[in-house]
């Protein structure tokens, strides 16, 4: 980038800014920008925080990301934003100049989306140099330890990094076992409380049980490990794994963070997307109004805005799904087409040119932004009729003799809405809670699959009990369904390696489930039931 | 505007160092799954090229995901898992995307379904160096020195012709010094002849002129020789030796693997596979670790034919057979070509053992045997055989013959074996004789049939 260029893009950048905050009436944290060349650019969107740890993961995707690069030849317009305060954008130097603009303007987009949604509240703002420090620390590991073992925690940590979210309840076992108890005391003595206008006697009984009660309750508690089925794995076997040592602990701890840190990214990604372009379009859009930028820029712009909007029909793009969506949502409260007034409108010329003048469309987005998340946005603002205007269709996989064709099917728009929400529910990471860390009084781990229709997949869910054999050092069961009709099963992983008593088995227990075995363990014989079953 | 350098940001070539971790694991992981690599189909059957593409296990980011409901398929859609959502012009009943199935593979193992295609990753490997990982410690047993030795074998390098240019590293310091003592003497000779000085004072006169012959003339023409001076030998450009680095041959024993298939019409398409997945290899390897062996290819029927490489690999027939015909023209090849005395004879032969006339085969082999060639080696393929059975009266090891009526049990009968059981077969050697013997009832086998072999002998 030359030096008037770069001159040119911070005058421009002034203006951005003025419109977004005055016209649009945003605020973010402050955005720093770093230009870098392109091979950087690439490790950038590999490693996904710049400074984040080396693994062979990053260097796949490197090598992913540098192919693509050079197959596209450049035409790309890349983008990179991290999430920190101050925000962190960077701009690859061989972009054009109005492709920087759009890219600069993209990035507020997303450094305001970071700012307000409450998905995004928790989140860490020094990932940068925490993942840098971290790094440092992993590196001195591999010398220490030897590159194979460290690969080996933080494959495990990986695999799981994705099982807590920033939003899960900091407790420590003992404080949850004490939160458990009075709960339960509580629930008890309320359900005793009832009573207490018998007689005497039996009121000296009651006491007496409950007394009983609570101390069958808290040895029982205190033999409980989770006392809490968790879904945060990572937490508990950091917390509880006999093998693990501390420079493995402190490696699953800063990727349990990375985890937390993606998150909500995760969660957001279409809205995030779509925002982002919604906004580089608005400011775009204004600074070509006020002929900022070239007519020559405008056809980069142009070009470079279809190539990230562009249709693709073996999925769905979300940067256009998402911008399309917003940009409804504008024109919907801008017109006050919603709300009982206008779904109960019968009269369909009525319909088609409703305009209430409300105006408030960009002010919902504003609301919108801050509070939903994917699913509860599609639930919401992904309307048949905003199907058909996309174009959506679903497509299924044919049988055609030599071929396997994709044929579109004849679903409506209400039946496709149905399905990507469903797809949209699968698409999150399966829920699977620790269950028991003394399973079979034998120190096994046993994991709980909730299955709500979906089941896991198997090659995937055994490679991952693996890892998760590998860092508790005994053997991990997973108890999951197979479908609607069938029992629960178990599968157990076994940890492999030489100084471990039990060699590497894939079994599938016939005995009961780890969720049956909790449910049962959970069932206290409470004398109160007993008591109170009387006659009268 | 805030544009920063941020210095967090090392210009070290992380990716790529990184990308070097990741090959390592792709290489990692091919050397685990040897045997599956091996019985890739599409290797064999690839285009003429140098890199084939393997698929590799292990190499995904592995964590709970939600999979495909194998049971509730039909209930809604008929196609489970085929589904997917996009966006763009099309009518319902558009086909909007094509692909081509996969070439079957046969029967479908009995493991299958467990594993889809798709969980591998594909990485494209150089065939050389699959061979280089998959054979290492491998090669041909039982090479005996013969009367006439012609195979020349490369053995590193050597220096022995020594040449007038060269690097300085090279330089031949003796050989050098040699050339310039000799010419430094010539020069004093013609000084003496000139002037008539005493040989010393011509030496003393050459030194002091710094070995320019002309003013060695005329120092000691006006007699300022100095006289205190001690001699020494003055190099020239035109003295300097070097040594010239080469090649280093060895002669080696001939060798010849005569490599025999049965294309007959019992031989099915599973059968072939696996016939020519062990001789491909056997082939690929031989032709890069030993670059002089000559290799033969026989194919036969009723009849043997004597083929070249393509035909061999790439072309079917079918018919009756005769398994003697392909050892009798295996005899013929050596008493033309091959003399015993001369060449290092291995005879490996491939088949389902289903031959119309074995007892003509069992002595053909005999013959075959009485040569004193390096090695027979005979493979029954036989997909599917089922290896489990009883123990014949002979003792342990009869079991897996016992169960079909094929050569292989002829064999059996006929000579005595060493065996061992391995990865759910047996390999049975008779070293006195250097027979060896196997079955192929997967695909699996076929990497240690391989080992069994290229088998190192213990010295």
Known sequence: MTKTDLQRLIKIEDRMKQIFHEDLGLTCYPIEFDIVPPQKMLEIMAYNIPTNISNWKKGRDYEIQRTRYDYAAGGLPYEVVINADPARAYLMNSNKFA????????????????????????????????????????????????????????????????????????????????????????????????????????????DEDLELFNQKLWRKLRLMTPVEPTDDILRYII????????????????????????????????????????????????LFEEDLLSSEDHADFNYSNALVKAENPFGLNPYLMGSAMWYDIENRWNKGLHGSDWSECADAKDKECWDTGDMKGWSKC????????????????????????????????????QTIDYVITKDTAKEIRDKLLNAFAQNTIPHIEVVNGNYE????????????????????????????????????????KLDEESKD???????????????????????????????KAWKINSPLEQTYRRPW | MTIINHPDWDLSERGKKDAERHRKKIDEAIRKNVRDVISEESIITRKKGKTVRVPVKGLKDYRFIHGK????????????????????????????????????????????????GEDFLETEVDIDYLIEIMFEDLGLPWIEDKIKASMLVPNGWKFETISKRGILP????????????????????????????????????????????????????????????????????????????????????????????????????????????????????????????DIRFITHTTEAKLVDEDTFFYKGESGGTYCWTAIDKALHLIDTEYPVEEWNIYCIYVSDG???????????????????????????????????????????????????????????????????????????????????ISVITDKTHVYPTLKHILFKEDK
């Not at chain 1, 699959?449 to 005994?474: F, P, Q, S, V």
């Not at chain 2, 194998?70 to 809604?76: A, F, H, T, V």
């Not at chain 2, 763009?88 to 889809?116: H, M, Y």
């Not at chain 2, 090279?170 to 013609?190: C, D, G, V």
């Open chain 2, 170 to 293: 090279r330089i031949h310091q003796k050989r050098t010094m040699l050339e310039a003592i000799k010419r430094n003497e010539l020069y004093a000779k013609e000084i003496e002849d000139e002037t008539g000085c005493d040989h010393d004072d011509a030496l003393k006169a050459l030194t002091q002129a710094k070995g320019d012959i002309n003013k060695a003339i005329k120092i000691v023409n006006t007699g300022v020789i100095d006289l205190a001076l001690d001699p020494y030998v003055i190099i020239e450009d035109d003295d300097m030796r070097y040594k010239q680095i080469e090649q280093d041959y060895e002669l080696h024993s001939n060798a010849v693997v005569i490599a025999m298939m049965d294309t007959s019409g019992s031989m099915t398409t599973d059968k072939k596979y696996l016939c020519r997945s062990l001789l491909f290899w056997l082939n690929e390897f031989l032709k890069k670790v030993y670059d002089f062996v």
């Open chain 2, 354 to 436: 289903d031959d119309f006339n074995g007892d003509k085969t069992i002595k053909y082999i005999e013959e075959l045997l009485k040569r004193r060639i390096s090695m027979f080696a005979y493979t029954e393929v036989d997909p599917g055989r089922d290896i489990s059975g009883g123990k014949d009266q002979k003792g342990v090891f009869g079991l897996l013959w016992s169960s079909s009526n094929t050569l292989i049990r002829k064999i059996k009968s006929k000579w005595s074996f060493v065996c061992k059981s391995e990865e759910g077969t047996e390999f049975c050697k008779n070293s006195d004789k250097h027979f060896l």
């Open chain 1, 366 to 401: 504003k609301k919108v932004l801050k509070t939903h998340s994917d699913w509860f946005f599609m639930q919401e603002f992904l309307t048949p009729e905003l199907i058909g205007d996309m174009k959506i269709y679903v497509f299924a996989a044919k049988d055609a003799g």
């Open chain 2, 69 to 116: 409901n194998e049971k509730s398929q039909g209930k809604d859609q008929g196609e489970g898992g085929g589904e997917g959502a996009g966006q763009g012009q099309g009518q319902p009943g558009d086909v909007i995307g094509r692909k081509s199935k996969k070439a079957g593979d046969g029967k479908g193992e009995g493991k299958a379904g467990n594993q889809p």
């Open chain 1, 441 to 480: 009084e034998k120190g096994w781990l046993a994991l709980n699959h909730g299955w709500d229709g979906i089941n896991l997949d198997e090659m995937y869910a055994k490679e991952t009990m693996h890892h998760i054999a590998h860092l508790w050092g005994r053997p991990v069961v997973l108890g999951t």
């Open chain 1, 99 to 206: 492709v920087q603009c759009l890219v600069m303007a993209h990035v507020y987009g997303h450094a305001a989306f970071f700012t307000h949604n409450k998905f995004f509240k928790k989140s860490r703002r020094d990932i940068i140099s925490t993942m840098k420090a971290a790094a440092e620390r992993f590196n001195s590991y591999e010398k220490r330890f030897g590159m194979d073992e460290v690969e080996k925690t933080v494959d495990a940590g990986h695999a799981l990094q994705f099982h807590s979210s920033p939003f899960t309840l900091s407790e420590t076992e003992d404080e949850k076992r004490l939160r458990i108890f009075e709960q339960e005391k509580k629930k008890a003595h309320s359900r005793g409380g009832a009573y207490e206008d018998i007689s005497g006697d039996n009121k000296v009984k009651i």
């Open chain 1, 489 to 519: 099963i178990s599968w157990k992983i076994s940890p492999t390696g030489e100084d471990k008593e039990e060699v590497s088995v894939e079994e599938e227990l016939n005995a009961q489930s780890a969720a049956g075995w909790w449910r």
């Open chain 1, 239 to 286: 917390d509880n794994s006999t093998v693990l040592e501390n420079w493995q602990r402190d490696i699953l701890e800063i990727l349990r963070m990375e985890g937390q840190y993606y998150w909500p990214i995760i969660k957001t990604k279409f809205m995030n997307e779509g925002f982002a372009v919604v906004v580089h379009e608005k400011i775009m859009n204004q």
